[in-house]
């Protein structure tokens, strides 16, 4: 495999032998230590420890023949592309969720503009890591791009850092995997550059994204011969909180940067509330993402081993503590639960944990999660202050918490992190990564905007903006026939809503 599969002590140790008990009642007690009955026990006791240990051996033989049996591993090799195939769907899937929770947190007048995006993103995506991308991504060629096998044309595994069937997956499966981690990616800039962007604008930055600097930056960490990946110590980012999530968000960031806020988000200094429409489907999205998650993490094993179960279950404790934090803090911040954090507050256990699901204890990720929560909360305030207009809190979620997952790595992991016997070493990994794809992202994506801002354009018209996007960039509306506004404000005010 191009990844070498998590293993670690925990999950190698065997489940203790179930010791039999004898109980015999003789009909009389026994006077003494070196009774007859004692003594008749002894060569019963070496009988049975000398078939055990006989039947042990046996077990070691079986396990040694079925590593060999071709049969045997064809079989291994079928079952692990039918569950990596079952894990891309479950990540495809997600587009459905991103679709209903940015849909559901914005205003209705662009509901039709931002499901648009969500959909044509993947398609988009999909053609764009086929031709470009997965190459790049994929190919050993050097330390910081790969440079052969585009448009999938090469049909030898090695040109995509794979072993041959059966001991490592199909081309074309562990491609399907790769491109719905790459549409995720660029789905994640939607939320943070919604209700502004011109839709041509958006599509042309996803293509860019994914067939670029996604690739570029995913090589340095996935690809066998990355640089990040071949560290004295090792990068690591098991599932993508940075390679995925950190630099989607950090596209993100300089894309609602580049595009300004939203009109009448800030008012003579003061911060305006433009609240979302539904969130009905905003917290049935979340849902299908958290559920979607479980191809994500387990899915990046690339095999049906032992581990898959670990790491749902170390994925689904930091959601559940990432939710019940934000809960808490929005309470104790705002007076009240809001429901828009609780969101938040999953997703960025989701996002946090994707980093380190294989590598961390139980506990590490429910306090991984739990601090995710929190910081989501401050995050979205703090970027609100700074006039940085995020309609959906995905910069918040994907990069503050996608950061904050890659570092807790160094923290938390059982070979080397700081906080469980560990020394600086994975740490000091840790942050060199954040800091180079970082960068590296922020430049290309800051190059794609202002390209795009100065050729094509990105922003819509005030006026388009007023009368909602749905309307301007795709003549039609969402809820047709149905009262768009309610309320006694006046002709200005409904404008901004």
């Known amino acids: 495999m191009f990844r070498p599969r998590f293993q670690n002590s925990f999950h190698q140790q065997h489940s203790p032998t179930n010791r039999r008990r004898l109980n015999l009642k003789p009909l009389k007690t026994f006077p003494h230590p070196f009774s007859p009955y004692w003594l008749a026990c002894i060569p019963l006791a070496a009988v049975i420890v000398i ?84 190459s790049l991504m994929f190919n050993p060629g050097n330390p910081f791009i790969g440079m052969e096998g585009f448009l999938l044309s090469s049909k030898a595994p090695a040109t995509y850092g794979l072993e041959p069937f059966p001991a490592g997956l199909p081309i074309s499966v562990f491609f399907l995997f790769q491109a719905a981690f790459a549409g995720t990616a660029a789905t994640i800039v939607s939320g943070a550059v919604a209700e502004r962007v011109k839709f041509g604008g958006f599509v042309m930055f996803s293509a860019l994204l994914v067939a670029i600097s996604y690739a570029i930056t995913g090589h340095w960490v996935w690809s066998s011969n990355g ?26 960031l300089m894309g609602a940067v580049i595009l300004g806020p939203r009109l009448g ?59 019940i934090t934000a809960t808490l803090t929005s309470w104790l911040k705002d007076e009240k639960p809001d429901l828009s954090m609780i969101i938040n507050g999953i997703l960025a256990g989701l996002v946090s944990i994707t980093a380190g ?90 190059l794609f905007w202002l390209t795009l801002k100065f050729t094509i354009g990105i922003r819509v018209s005030p006026e388009a903006e007023i009368e909602g996007l749905d309307i301007s960039e795709h003549a039609m509306e969402a809820y047709s026939g149905f009262i768009k506004e309610s309320g006694l404000m006046g002709s200005i005010g409904d404008d901004y809503k």
């Open 51 to 134: 078939a055990w240990h006989s039947a042990a051996l046996a077990q070691d033989a079986i396990e040694l023949i079925e590593i060999k049996d071709p049969g045997l591993l064809q079989v291994q090799g079928i079952v692990n592309t039918f569950f990596v195939l079952v894990a891309a769907v479950l990540v495809i899937f997600m587009n459905a969720g991103f679709g209903m929770l940015e849909t559901g947190l914005c205003r209705q007048k662009n509901a039709v503009n931002i499901l648009s995006k969500n959909l044509s993103v993947f398609a988009i995506a999909t053609i764009a890591f086929w031709a470009i991308g997965f």
């Open 357 to 446: 699901c294989a590598s961390v204890s139980y506990l590490s990720a429910v306090i991984i999660g739990a601090i995710a929560g929190i910081i989501v909360v401050f995050s979205v305030s703090i970027l609100e202050s700074i006039h940085i207009d995020d309609p959906v809190g995905a910069i918040s979620v994907h990069l503050v918490n996608g950061v904050w997952g890659t570092f807790a790595v160094g923290l938390f992991a059982l070979d080397g992190g700081l906080l469980v016997g560990g020394g600086p070493e994975q740490l000091i990994s840790q942050i060199l990564g954040i800091l180079c794809i970082g960068g590296f992202t922020v430049m290309m994506s800051s």
């Open 265 to 323: 988000k800030y008012e003579n200094g003061q911060i305006r509330a433009l609240p979302g429409h539904n969130m009905s489907i905003a917290t049935l999205g979340c849902l299908i993402l958290w559920i979607g998650w479980f191809g994500f993490n387990p899915g990046s094993e690339l095999a049906a081993d032992e581990n898959i179960a670990y790491i749902a279950l170390t994925t689904n404790l930091s959601a559940a503590a990432g939710g």
């Open 227 to 252: 640089w990040l990946a071949n560290l004295s110590t090792p990068f690591s980012d098991f599932a993508g909180s940075t390679v995925v999530h950190s630099v989607g968000g950090w596209s993100a």
